[in-house]
């Protein structure tokens, strides 16, 4: 049976670069996957961005309120029809993997469609994303998939005093900030730049003067 994976962990902590590179491994293989990810994550427009440089154009991106097994489907038969197009000796291949960018942002509807592409479908999911937002609350998506996925796995990175990070601490221009919208994607803002720093939860209360939420 295929399985829905969540991969998650704080900022910088190379989600989007373990996806690419297991896109890579895949196709390596002679395998075709599927890269999709919020429409809500701007930064990048329709690309996925490692921190590394590496960069990877999504094949299709999840408006809110849509149905990611529908979309999925449409990209399948297209890659399909493209496979058949090209005259390639013997079956087309199917799509072996669908990988999903910054899942956090999506609802829990939409988890529950990727849960339902692993085993209806038939399908192996894997989906990259954070736990917490900037005031340490779930995002909706992820908690769904901390809920319901086969398997998670953690993707650790440190924070600036060399323990474990555990927690995203929003800045804006350059000051530690603990209210505001739950989204804000880095580098966005009118007039004031959105950045994001991997905190221990030490460092996280220190800046927060001892708040949680």
């Given at each position: 049976?295929?399985?829905?994976?969540?991969?998650?962990?704080?900022?910088?902590?190379?989600?989007?670069?373990?996806?690419?590179?297991?896109?890579?491994?895949?196709?390596?293989?002679?395998?075709?996957?599927?890269?999709?990810k919020p429409e809500?994550?701007?930064?990048?427009?329709?690309?996925?961005?490692?921190?590394?440089?590496?960069?990877?154009?999504?094949?299709?991106?999840?408006?809110?309120?849509?149905?990611?097994?529908?979309?999925?489907?449409?990209?399948?038969?297209?890659?399909?029809?493209?496979?058949?197009?090209?005259?390639?000796?013997?079956?087309?291949?199917?799509?072996?993997?669908?990988?999903?960018?910054?899942?956090?942002?999506?609802?829990?509807?939409?988890?529950?469609?990727?849960f339902r592409i692993?085993?209806?479908?038939?399908?192996?999911?894997?989906?990259?994303?954070?736990?917490?937002?900037?005031?340490?609350?779930?995002?909706?998506?992820?908690?769904?998939?901390?809920?319901?996925?086969?398997?998670?796995?953690?993707?650790?990175?440190?924070?600036?005093?060399?323990?474990?990070?555990?927690?995203?601490?929003?800045?804006?221009?350059?000051?530690?900030?603990?209210?505001?919208?739950?989204?804000?994607?880095?580098?966005?803002?009118?007039?004031?730049?959105?950045?994001?720093?991997?905190?221990?939860?030490?460092?996280?209360?220190?800046?927060?003067?001892?708040?949680?939420?």
């Amino acid at each position: 049976m295929a399985k829905l994976y969540f991969r998650y962990g704080a900022m910088n902590s190379g989600k989007s670069t373990a996806l690419l590179q297991a896109a890579y491994n895949y196709e390596e293989r002679g395998q075709r996957v599927l890269l999709a990810k919020p429409e809500i994550d701007t930064k990048g427009a329709g690309q996925i961005e490692s921190r590394l440089g590496m960069t990877r154009e999504v094949d299709f991106l999840i408006a809110p309120g849509a149905s990611v097994q529908e979309l999925f489907q449409q990209q399948r038969l297209c890659a399909q029809q493209e496979e058949a197009d090209a005259l390639l000796p013997g079956n087309p291949r199917d799509i072996a993997c669908l990988l999903v960018d910054e899942a956090q942002f999506l609802s829990a509807e939409q988890i529950d469609d990727l849960f339902r592409i692993a085993v209806v479908d038939g399908i192996p999911v894997m989906a990259y994303g954070i736990r917490n937002d900037f005031l340490t609350h779930a995002f909706p998506g992820s908690a769904r998939l901390l809920a319901i996925a086969h398997s998670l796995e953690e993707l650790k990175t440190i924070c600036r005093c060399g323990r474990k990070a555990v927690f995203n601490g929003r800045r804006i221009d350059d000051r530690f900030v603990f209210d505001g919208d739950q989204v804000a994607i880095d580098g966005g803002g009118d007039e004031h730049i959105v950045t994001y720093e991997s905190l221990c939860g030490n460092c996280y209360l220190a800046e927060s003067g001892g708040r949680l939420g």
